[in-house]
């Protein structure tokens, strides 16, 4: 009995050191102190879905928000003709539903699972009360946000004036590792037609667009898998000539600083 004891503290405490990694990558806790981390990682459970699984539909009553560790999720409206338009895709270290708080405690989107996540989820009610009772949450609940909504909103602001190739591009560079420069490999997030969706194009246009791509850029895309020779001439054709020393200026200034 004692030794089973001692293995189920274990596996409470690695679990529990599994959630507090989770929260402490996810952009809400970036600059949180760890008592306030704490407080969330008490009521945090662990839970796996699958591809296809609807976390929540718009209008439904929100009782948790997640933590995305891995996997991607999408958020998206549904019209009225049935049609479903795609608000966002989000992926490791993002938020999903937290945004309910600011509506009533009512999604404001549907989620849909497109490849399988695991996710920490906690009770909305938690973060409602830490936002109304602690400055320092409030805070980083708008700095999440703020950040949030810039990206989304600067990346429709740039994909109004790309071309289609350029905008495939644009979504394969955020794919790459972030310190290469020549040779990467790496495999697509989701199907094709998802990411044609997610870049608001049909299925011929996107054809069309990555054939051009390739001509292009050079780049080979075999089932899931994506291979770039050179990732410095795709990133001269999606945002042009100067594209490159501008990225590597602002590399080597993060790296002074840090």
Request: proline share 2%; aromatic share 8%; glycine share 6%.
């Amino acid at each position: 009995m004692v030794l089973l004891a001692a293995s189920f503290e274990r596996a409470v405490s690695g679990q529990q050191a599994g959630h507090l990694a989770a929260l402490r990558n996810a952009r809400l806790f970036f600059d949180l102190p760890d008592a306030e981390i704490f407080r969330f990682n008490d009521v945090a459970q662990a839970r796996i879905y699958k591809k296809g699984k609807v976390l929540y539909l718009e209008g439904d009553a929100a009782e948790y928000f997640y933590i995305l560790c891995g996997g991607w999720v999408k958020l998206f409206h549904t019209m009225a003709n049935g049609d479903e338009m795609i608000v966002d895709m989000l992926t490791k270290g993002d938020l999903v539903g937290e945004s309910a708080l600011f509506e009533k405690d009512r999604h404001t989107s549907s989620a849909q699972v497109v490849e399988d996540v695991s996710v920490v989820s906690i009770p909305l009610r938690v973060l409602k009360d830490r936002i109304a009772n602690s400055q320092t949450m409030a805070l980083s609940m708008l700095s999440a946000l703020s950040l949030h909504h810039r990206r989304h909103y600067g990346e429709m602001a740039l994909n109004a004036t790309q071309s289609a190739p350029q905008r495939i591009g644009c979504f394969l560079l955020r794919l790459c590792p972030r310190d290469k420069t020549k040779k990467v490999v790496f495999q697509l997030p989701y199907d094709k037609t998802l990411i044609a969706d997610t870049l608001g194009m049909n299925g011929a246009t996107f054809s069309r667009a990555l054939n051009m791509l390739r001509l292009k850029t050079g780049l080979r895309i075999k089932g899931t898998s994506v291979e770039i020779d050179v990732v410095d001439k795709l990133i001269k054709f999606v945002y042009g000539p100067m594209a490159t020393k501008d990225l590597r200026d602002n590399k080597t200034e993060r790296r002074r600083k840090a």
